[in-house]
């Protein structure tokens, strides 16, 4: 009968579920390289939440899925527009061929490794993105309204299809090491960023200190701050955090954005508050009192942090009326 609901295989066109298949493959692959890093490094541990949160997120959207891949009128957009944008996709698939088959390659030679883990997430990345793009139907979304030039774009049906599987094809990266050399100069430059402002505020505050290099000489004893103090590893569960709760509360794309932006900023200064409070307690007690369970009290409270701060954000963010918020900002503008 009409009136009967669809098979929820049957909403998505065989065409599609055959693409979402082929990439399963990809992801299994690219699962069973990660884990090896999910296993070894602590800071890496929220990667096995990825595949679970990917199929969740895929699962979630699976009926907008199926409206937007049954479009019923031509895409709106103008030719050199979807030139752009197929064009775009080629190159993101064809690149990401050639990255994965060139992280493959390392893996093979080399065994696990950071630059060949992040090869296959790089790679897979593009891949997925131009699978879906070309295997989506070329036309309009039904019930957009019509619009030219770029403000079409929320109206075809390709493009919606891919921005839906920017956090399943993204995400991937951010659960993979980065490569050694990155690593270490992020690291570096965030260290260095923390050592200064603690130093300054404990002279602002009249506490004497003297500073050798990433070292803090204290009355009693010194406080070293090392590589793990400065913020990366909490700033790399933080981004997975605010990427996953973008993805799944809100549906814009620059309000996703600065929400993932938003977490990077709350990651460091809840780091930086970490330092602070670290340095303090070694000022009073000793640098010995910093050691064990309050230093990686600490460190987990940082992503608590974050993400508490994230969830007092999501109301904001997901706001329609931004100009009442506007408004009570600045009443008087």
């Excluded at 910093?290 to 994230?310: K, M």
Aim: aromatic share 12%; with cysteine; charged share 15%.
């Amino acid at each position: 009968m009409a009136n009967q609901e669809e098979h929820p295989l049957r909403v998505i066109p065989a065409r599609f579920v055959a693409t979402l298949a082929v990439a399963a493959g990809f992801v299994a692959f690219v699962t069973v390289d990660q884990s090896h890093w999910w296993a070894l490094k602590p800071d890496y541990a929220f990667g096995w939440l990825v595949p679970i949160l990917v199929v969740f997120l895929v699962a979630d959207r699976w009926k907008r899925l199926g409206e937007l891949l049954r479009p019923e009128e031509p895409s709106p957009l103008p030719r050199s527009l979807r030139l752009m944008l197929s064009g775009a996709a080629g190159c993101a698939l064809a690149l990401g061929i050639f990255v994965f088959l060139f992280g493959s390659m390392y893996r093979a030679g080399e065994g696990p490794s950071q630059p060949g883990s992040f090869a296959l997430a790089a790679g897979f990345s593009g891949i997925l993105l131009g699978m879906v793009y070309f295997n989506a139907p070329d036309g309009r979304v039904g019930g957009t309204p019509a619009r030219t030039g770029w403000g079409s774009l929320g109206a075809d049906a390709r493009f919606r299809v891919a921005a839906l599987f920017l956090f399943p094809a993204l995400i991937w990266m951010v659960s993979a090491p980065l490569v050694t050399a990155v690593e270490n100069a992020l690291s570096l430059f965030l260290l260095r960023r923390v050592v200064e402002v603690v130093f300054t505020v404990f002279g602002v505050l009249g506490l004497p200190l003297l500073r050798q290099g990433n070292v803090l000489i204290l009355p009693h004893g010194q406080v070293g701050v090392a590589e793990a103090c400065s913020g990366i590893r909490s700033l790399t569960g933080c981004l997975f955090a605010g990427s996953f709760l973008a993805a799944v509360f809100l549906d814009r794309f620059w309000k996703k954005a600065l929400l993932v932006a938003a977490a990077m900023f709350l990651a460091f200064l809840s780091n930086l508050g970490r330092s602070l409070f670290l340095t303090a307690w070694a000022y009073a007690y000793g640098s010995d009192a910093i050691e064990g369970r309050l230093h990686d009290a600490t460190g987990f409270a940082v992503l608590g942090l974050t993400c508490i701060g994230l969830f007092c954000l999501l109301p904001f963010f997901r706001a329609s009326n931004w100009s009442r918020w506007l408004g009570l900002l600045a009443p008087n503008a």
